[in-house]
Nanobody
Framework: QVQLVESGGGLVQAGGSLTLSCILS????????MGWFRQAPGKEREFVAG??????DYGDSEKDRGRISRNNNKNTMYLEMNNLKPEDTAVYYC?????????????????WGQGTQVTVSS
């Protein structure tokens, strides 16, 4: 059974940093694409960043402030976020695809974690 478990969320002041982690179990995704999404209350799930063996891709929100990485030996994916803003407040989800290409559409992903709350105070 595939499981994705996020951690690292919390409350941070504007301008601060957080690093989210996603531990994957139940299947080898080292050659598959994984991604981070976020969802704020009343809004659609938004692509934040994606990673595969050939590279990374970023949504507009984290293009200059975030960094996605993964450690296949630890089955873990990370999202480092810097210079956080109140508009970054959301539940952040990690996701995995049964395909090697990063996609920015949530419906393209096959497995999801439960999410971790990130709250940025002004």
């Amino acid at each position: 059974q595939v499981q994705l478990v996020e951690s690292g969320g919390g409350l941070v002041q504007a301008g601060g940093s957080l690093t989210l982690s996603c531990i994957l179990s139940g299947r080898d995704f080292s050659n598959r694409a994984m991604g981070w999404f976020r969802q704020a209350p009343g809004k659609e799930r938004e692509f934040v960043a994606g990673i595969t063996w050939s590279g990374t891709d970023y949504g507009d929100s984290e293009k200059d402030r975030g960094r996605i990485s993964r450690n296949n030996n630890k089955n873990t994916m990370y999202l480092e976020m810097n210079n956080l803003k109140p508009e970054d407040t959301a539940v952040y989800y990690c996701a995995a695809r049964l395909d090697s290409r990063v996609r920015s559409e949530a419906h393209e992903y096959d497995y999801w974690g439960q999410g971790t709350q990130v709250t940025v105070s002004s």
